[in-house]
Every structure is written in structure tokens, then in C-alpha cells.
């Protein structure tokens, strides 16, 4: 019974990761209405750009997402700007398609950069800790995931609904020509959300990286998992979104537990499921 | 003055056509005219050509963008390989089934994933293929994660010598590209493909005009799944070894597909031709170079997508009014009669 408990624990937990990766997909969907498949590539270049980072630099993981959060913001806002905001229309090939090109890019791109061996960022000592809760082992940095996944969701939040840069956001996502006509420059909003939501994955990536090895292919799976927590959540809805990770991680650690074969596809059919039954989500926001 | 005409064909369309059936006879004489390693390169060429049609056929016309076609390749390919192992049926008959089951497995696939709509349509079909993947990597009959190799019996069950077994690959290989465009060229010129073509141009007047939207991207799905499962079948019939990563790969069957289709121009049919004739230039003449062919591939792409949207052919077509498959409608007024 106590390994059950265990693995639907560790599986909320693991849906504080999944949420990471969900979050910037979801805000930038809410934003400017794009789906970027090359989110889950962009998670494995910030976790790249970590492991250079912590290399040539000496430092621990987290002090590098000091450097690596303003990078991956900075690679957000000119890509955007560059060449995002030229495929956003009516039409929505261009930005599918333009941004699956964008995958297949990253993927080789770091595929040159840095081979297909497997790779993990050494967080030290934190990386084996735990904390023993009433007979549970639980180790302190999925914790300390699971409480980042919290922050970033309710600094996301805060940013939306009280802050300048928020109300510019749910302008242009309202109505872009009116925020246009208010003096809202969307091709910069456009870029601060992009910038914002990579600054996240920068979060996801140096996370993931810690907890697991990574390799340049492993971007779409990650892209995947994200989407499965948004779609599971309800779209629009920030804090659905984690609910949906947990979901989604749970039913990982479920499907693991009966047969380690079964990990991913227990999650994938979750999803089916949620899919099948509630179409819009669990927690889907009332729209008009 | 004599009263307009509306026509379909066009000089150029008629003169594509004599070129066409000439370049099949003499494609179809390949097995006494080309080496081994050409043959086979051809017969490749063929099949992506048959998948390009497909996927633009979903994209470009059914505006269902999947990034999932895996999951139908992959299928057809394992069902060649239970079929013929397990149920003992010939290699042929075996790949035309997969057909059907694939035909099949659609309509649940596509109740559903056609909840979600738009660049989540897309991310949908590809958890599916997933979905596919991870099954068939559990099924431990068919080497599990590992794969399998199609058995000597089976493998000799198609022709006895090899250079016959080879022959009989290529013209399955062509024949099934002559069958999709063929299919592909008669329902776009019906009226079902008249109607897909508005739902093409503006879903809204379409579903205006009575046109059921949901119906006739289903029954394109559903076609879809099928002929590419067939495809997958020819595809690891050449292969004649099977694994789940290599059946199911997002990269071979579905980025590939989607350069030569959005290179050659989306939404004609000229386009996948084009589009597959420019792919294989580059990949013969690049393909050394690796994972750096594959970044050049990407970033024709995208420029393409972001300058020219309509792909090669729709530079062609702008420049010149052609088109090869007639399909839109043209009014002539015939100055010289009486």
C-alpha cells in the first residue's frame, strides 16, 4: 500500500516539472495564439547552454540560471522579433510549420554542437538528499521542483493580472488591433511574452537537466509531455496547467509502478482519456 | 464573337499529360535500363513522393495540419510483418490488409483528435503516434523494442531470385505512387474535392454553402490513414527490418515529408512532385554532410514558408499561369472562330 502512496507522490511531484514545461507553452498560446514545436527543443538548449555554462564557468546549476534565465529571454525576444512574429496571421501554417522547421534546426544544431552522448548537470549533494514524511522518502529536489513549478506559476499569475506588461499581454491577446489603436506596440509585447516564456524554459531545462540525462533528441518527447498538461488542464488556464502536470506525472508514476514498460504510454492515455471524456480540459476558463 | 468557353485543360495540361504517360513507360522499364543502387533510390523516391501526395492532400486541401503520420507508416509496417509472420499471408496481400485496418483504426484516432483544432490538431496526432510506438515496442512477439527482420521464407515468397525481388519492390513502389496521385488527381476534380477545396479557400462559406465540414475531413483522414499505411508497408518491404524507433520516426516519415511538400508548394498537386525532386537532388548531393543537410533543410524551409508560401510550383504557376493537373476552371473566349 505504502509503495502506492509512494508513487502517486512522487508523481505529483514530477508534475511540477511537467508544469515547467507547460507553462511557456500555455503563455504563449494565451498571448498570441501560437503553438511553438520547437518549445520542447528550446527546454534541451537551455539545458545545453547550462551544462557550457557550469563547465566553463565552475559553477553550481542553479548559479547558472542567473545567466543562462536573461540568455534564453534574450534568444526568446530576438527570435521573436526576428522571425516569429513575421508567421502570425490568420493562416496557421506558417507558424506550425515555421517552427517545426525551428525543431529540426535545434535538434541538428546541438547534435553538431555537442554529439549524441547523453549528458547531466551535476547539482551535487542536493542531487541524492531526502527528507523522510511519515515512512515516504522524498528527495529534496523533486521538492524543490515541485515548490519552483508553484513560484513560477504564481509569479506568472501576478504578472498577468497585476503588473503594466500583464494588461499589455490580455490587450493584444483580446484584441490586437485595438491594443495597436491604444498605443501597444505589438511586435514588442509579442517578444516580452516570448522572451518571458523562455526565461522559464530556461527554469524547466536546468531542472531537467539535474534530474535526468538529456541528449538533443529528446526536445519533442518534453514538447509532448508540456502540451499533455496544458491540454489536460484546460486551455487558458494557468493554474490548470499544473493540475494538468500532476495528472500527468501521476499517472507516469502509476503506469511505472505496474510495468516499467508502461511509463510514458500511461501518461499518453491519460491524456486520450481526459481528451475523450472532457474534451475542453478539467479546468477549463469560461470563455466568450 | 463566339460565347466563352469553361475548360478544365489547357494546351499545358495536355502536353503534361503525353510527357507523363512517356516518362511512366520508361519508368516502368527501370528494371532492364538501371543499376541496383538506382533502382532502389527510385523506388524510395517513389514512396515519398506517395506520402508527400497524402500529406498534402490532408494539409494543404483538409487544412488538417499532423505532424502524426508515423503513427500510419509505422502501422503498415508492422502489420506487413504480423500479417505475413503470424496470420501467414502473402507479402502483398498482407500490405493491401494493413490498408484496411489502418483505414479502420483511423475513425476512433479521429474522434478523438479532431477535438482539438488547429496547431493542437497537430501536436495531437503526433502523442498518437507516440501512442502507436510504445504499444508495438511492448509487443514482445515482434521483438519488442528491438525489432525484427522479415523471415527468409516470406522474404523468397515474393520472388525467387533477387534481382526479381527487386523489380517487383520498385514497381510496387511505382505503381502505388501512380495509384495516389491518380486518387488524389480524381477526387480533387469531384465534387467531394470541390468541396474540400472550399473548405481550402474559407471554412466559413463552405459550412455556408451546406458543405459538413466535419464529415469531409474525416473521410480525407480516413483515406489518408489507409494509403499510408500502405505505403509503410512497401516502405519496410524494401526495408525488410522493422523496429519501433525506425517505423515510427518523426523525422523520416513526417519532417521529410513536410519540407518536400511546403518546398514544392502546399494545396497543388504539382507541388509534392516538385518538392520530392528537390529533396532527393539535395540529399544525394548533401547528404554527407549529415546533421548539417538537415539545418540547410530547415532553413529552406522556413524561408520558403515566410517568403514564398506557395512553395516552387506556385512561383511556376504565378509566373506563368500553368498547371499540369487541371483542376481549377477556365474561361476562354475562342477570338479566332467565327
Not at chain 2, 549529415?290 to 506556385?314: D, E, F, H, Q, S
Amino acid at each position: 500500500m505504502i509503495e502506492w502512496v509512494n508513487a502517486v507522490v512522487q508523481g505529483i511531484l514530477l508534475g511540477g516539472l511537467y508544469a515547467l514545461f507547460a507553462a511557456g507553452l500555455s503563455l504563449i498560446f494565451g498571448v498570441m495564439r501560437l503553438v511553438n514545436i520547437a518549445h520542447g527543443d528550446l527546454i534541451i538548449l537551455a539545458a545545453y547552454l547550462g551544462l557550457s555554462t557550469t563547465v566553463m564557468l565552475g559553477v553550481h546549476p542553479f548559479v547558472a540560471l542567473l545567466i543562462l534565465m536573461p540568455a534564453m529571454a534574450g534568444i526568446g525576444y530576438v527570435l521573436q522579433r526576428g522571425l516569429l512574429n513575421q508567421t502570425l496571421g490568420p493562416d496557421i501554417l506558417p507558424p506550425l510549420l515555421v517552427t517545426f522547421g525551428l525543431s529540426v534546426i535545434l535538434q541538428n544544431a546541438l547534435l553538431e554542437g555537442y554529439t549524441a552522448d547523453p549528458q547531466k548537470l551535476n547539482a551535487g549533494a542536493i542531487e541524492t538528499a531526502s527528507l523522510s514524511v511519515g515512512g515516504l522518502s522524498l528527495g529534496v529536489m523533486p521538492l524543490l521542483t515541485f515548490g519552483i513549478a508553484i513560484l513560477v506559476i504564481a509569479g506568472l499569475q501576478w504578472v498577468f493580472y497585476a503588473t503594466a506588461l500583464g494588461r499589455g499581454f490580455r490587450a493584444v491577446s483580446d484584441n490586437q488591433d485595438i491594443a495597436q489603436l491604444m498605443g501597444l506596440n505589438k511586435a514588442h509585447v509579442f517578444g516580452v511574452a516570448m522572451a518571458l516564456a523562455l526565461a522559464v524554459t530556461a527554469i524547466a531545462g536546468i531542472l531537467l537537466g539535474v534530474r535526468t540525462s538529456f541528449d538533443p533528441s529528446i526536445g519533442g518527447g518534453r514538447l509532448i509531455f508540456g502540451f499533455e498538461a496544458v491540454i489536460i488542464g484546460g486551455l487558458g488556464n494557468i493554474w490548470g496547467t499544473l493540475a494538468g502536470g500532476v495528472i500527468l506525472g501521476v499517472a507516469q508514476t502509476i503506469g511505472a509502478k505496474i510495468d516499467p514498460g508502461w511509463q510514458v504510454l500511461a501518461g499518453h492515455v491519460a491524456f486520450l482519456v481526459v481528451l475523450a471524456v472532457r474534451p475542453n480540459g478539467l479546468f477549463p476558463r469560461v470563455t466568450h | 464573337m463566339s460565347a466563352p468557353v469553361v475548360t478544365r485543360a489547357t494546351r499545358a495540361s495536355r502536353v503534361a499529360m503525353i510527357i507523363a504517360a512517356l516518362a511512366l513507360i520508361v519508368l516502368a522499364l527501370a528494371p532492364w535500363w538501371a543499376g541496383r543502387a538506382d533502382l532502389r533510390l527510385m523506388g524510395e523516391i517513389f514512396l515519398y513522393l506517395s506520402l508527400a501526395c497524402l500529406w498534402n492532400l490532408m494539409a494543404g486541401y483538409a487544412g488538417l495540419v499532423s505532424v502524426g503520420q508515423q503513427a500510419f507508416v509505422g502501422f503498415g509496417g508492422y502489420m506487413l510483418f504480423a500479417l505475413t509472420i503470424f496470420g501467414g499471408l502473402h507479402p502483398i496481400v498482407a500490405i493491401v490488409l494493413a490498408g484496411v485496418l489502418a483505414a479502420a483504426l483511423s475513425v476512433p484516432v479521429a474522434a478523438l483528435i479532431f477535438r482539438l483544432k488547429g496547431a493542437y490538431f497537430a501536436i495531437g496526432t503526433w502523442v498518437m503516434a507516440e501512442v502507436f510506438r510504445l504499444t508495438f515496442a511492448q509487443i514482445s512477439s515482434l521483438g519488442g523494442g528491438s525489432g525484427t527482420s522479415l523471415p527468409v521464407g516470406i522474404v523468397k515468397s515474393l520472388a525467387s531470385s533477387r534481382s526479381g525481388r527487386e523489380a517487383l519492390s520498385y514497381w510496387l513502389a511505382l505503381g502505388a505512387a501512380v495509384v495516389v496521385i491518380t486518387c488524389v488527381y480524381l477526387f480533387l476534380r469531384s465534387r467531394r474535392g470541390l468541396a474540400l477545396t472550399a473548405i481550402r479557400d474559407s471554412e466559413v462559406a463552405a459550412s455556408g454553402l451546406g458543405i459538413d465540414i466535419w464529415r469531409t475531413k474525416l473521410e480525407v483522414y480516413v483515406v489518408t490513414s489507409a494509403f499510408t499505411a500502405i505505403i509503410g508497408g512497401l516502405l519496410f518491404l524494401q526495408k525488410l527490418r522493422i523496429s519501433p524507433d525506425a517505423a515510427f520516426s518523426v523525422n523520416d516519415w513526417t519532417a521529410f515529408v513536410i519540407f518536400i511538400v511546403v518546398i514544392g508548394g502546399i494545396g497543388t498537386l504539382e507541388g509534392p512532385i516538385i518538392g520530392t525532386l528537390i529533396f532527393f537532388l539535395l540529399r544525394e548531393t548533401l547528404a554527407d554532410f549529415g546533421t548539417i543537410y538537415l539545418m540547410v533543410l530547415g532553413v529552406v524551409a522556413i524561408v520558403v514558408m515566410l517568403k514564398a508560401p506557395k512553395g516552387v510550383w506556385g512561383l511556376v504557376r504565378d509566373r506563368y499561369d500553368l498547371e499540369l493537373f487541371p483542376l481549377s476552371y477556365r474561361v476562354r473566349t475562342d477570338t479566332k472562330g467565327s
